[in-house]
């Protein structure tokens, strides 16, 4: 079953860091171009941050550029976002998904990050 | 920076009729890179189109998309009961390299 499955979300300080994983299996994740999106409480689809299936080129929404780093290791099927410098801004459940024909058709459930004091 | 505008917002409507969601785009869009999906209450979204026009794997064929350029256009034949959800547009390829809508709640009338 192809499946991805996301972890590390969690309440954290403004200024705080942390770091999302995403699990993946059922698929060849190392011939697939990957993506986080995020969505706020009662809000749309963001995008995020994207990274090719070498891993060696990544995009970011100006959002979160020069603070989230997304990045990947082929070798344990895993997705990797970490955040630095957070904000209240960034609370949203945040998705790992798969990139395909440049659509998202596979979607993790989402791990929710809550930035307050 | 391209933009992508949903309309309407809301659109009420009864089982058994048909949708019609509107996804506007500030520039020219790649018919290639542009999709569709849709998201319920507490779930993550559901890819239903992709390259504008094409099914996604297990989609019903009442979900239909078309259009070019910067008008796009996702249909709903007949609507079933566990179609009422938020649908989103979404380009890949300009700048920003990912955008999405504003999504269009279809609810029950």
């Known amino acids: 079953e192809v499946q991805l499955l996301e972890s590390g979300g969690g309440l954290v300080q403004p200024g705080g860091s942390l770091r999302l994983s995403c699990a993946a299996s059922g698929f060849t994740f190392s011939s697939s171009g990957m993506t986080w999106v995020r969505q706020a409480p009662g809000k749309g689809l963001e995008w995020v941050s994207v990274?090719?299936?070498?891993?060696?080129?990544?995009h970011y929404a100006d959002a979160v550029k020069g603070r989230f780093t997304i990045s990947r290791d082929n070798s344990k099927n895993m997705l990797y976002l970490q955040m630095n410098s957070l904000r209240a801004e960034d609370t949203a459940v945040y998705y790992c998904?798969?990139?395909?024909?440049?659509?998202?058709?596979?979607w993790g459930q989402g791990t929710t990050l809550t930035v307050s004091s | 920076e391209i933009v992508l505008t949903q309309s309407p917002g809301t659109l009420s409507l009864s089982p058994g009729e048909r949708a019609t969601l509107s996804c506007r785009a500030s520039q020219s869009v790649s018919s290639s890179y542009l999709a569709w999906y849709q998201q319920k209450p507490g779930q993550a979204p559901r890819l239903l189109i992709y390259s504008a026009s094409s099914r996604a794997t297990g989609i019903p064929d009442r979900f239909s998309g078309s259009g070019s350029g910067t008008d796009f256009t996702l249909t709903i034949s007949r609507l079933e009961p566990e179609d009422f959800a938020v649908y989103y547009c979404q380009q890949y390829g300009s700048s920003p390299l990912l955008t999405f809508g504003g999504g269009t709640k279809v609810e029950i009338k």
């Open positions: 998904a798969r990139v395909s024909r440049g659509a998202m058709d596979v």
């Open positions: 990274i090719v299936s070498g891993g060696l080129t990544t």
